[in-house]
Each structure stands twice: as structure tokens, then as C-alpha cells.
């Protein structure tokens, strides 16, 4: 456990970040099962949330500046974390050595 505490772990960690990174932002923008499981509104995801404020306009058209307005805060999140964690992406990509 030792090893691979001080050495297989120090060696992984760019492609554990990257793994991480990705995995949460897939579930960030994921629709469908929070749409099926979340059924009450205090359930609701940002992604799902969205979507029912588009279809509740009074209007015939989507408040689109509402809808963009809520759109940039939900993507803040995950440039927050792109912006901390983004140094160790790149690291993490040219240790690859793909181009």
C-alpha cells in the first residue's frame, strides 16, 4: 500500500483529474435521467429546470433573455472548476504525447 500511496498514485493523478473532470461535466449537462427521476420541483437539476422554463412562457416565444441569463449561471460552475483544474488537464494531455 506504501507504493502505491507515494509513487502509483502521484503518477496518476493528471489522468484521475482529467477522468474527473469529464465525468462531471457529462453529468452536469445530462437531461434525460434527472427528468425522469426528479419528478417534484425541488428535485429539479439546472439542466431539467431550464427546460421547464423554456415551456413555461406566457408568451407564444421562450423569454429567450431569461433563458440565456439562467444558461451563463449554469455554465459558471463548470468554468470555475475548468479554471482550477484546467492546468492539470493539459498536463495531463501532453503526458500522453498526443498531438
Do not use: Y
Not at 15 to 23: A, K, N, S, V
Not at 32 to 41: F, T
Amino acid at each position: 500500500m506504501g507504493i502505491f500511496w507515494r509513487i502509483a498514485l502521484p503518477m496518476s493523478r493528471g489522468p484521475l483529474i482529467t477522468i474527473g473532470l469529464t465525468t462531471t461535466v457529462w453529468a452536469w449537462k445530462d437531461f434525460l435521467w434527472p427528468l425522469l427521476v426528479g419528478r417534484g420541483e425541488q428535485n429539479r437539476l439546472v439542466t431539467v429546470a431550464l427546460g421547464v422554463f423554456r415551456q413555461q412562457s406566457p408568451n407564444t416565444q421562450p423569454d429567450w433573455t431569461g433563458l440565456m441569463a439562467a444558461s451563463t449561471l449554469s455554465v459558471i460552475p463548470v468554468l470555475v472548476l475548468l479554471i482550477f483544474v484546467g492546468k492539470r488537464l493539459v498536463q495531463s494531455l501532453n503526458f500522453t504525447g498526443s498531438k
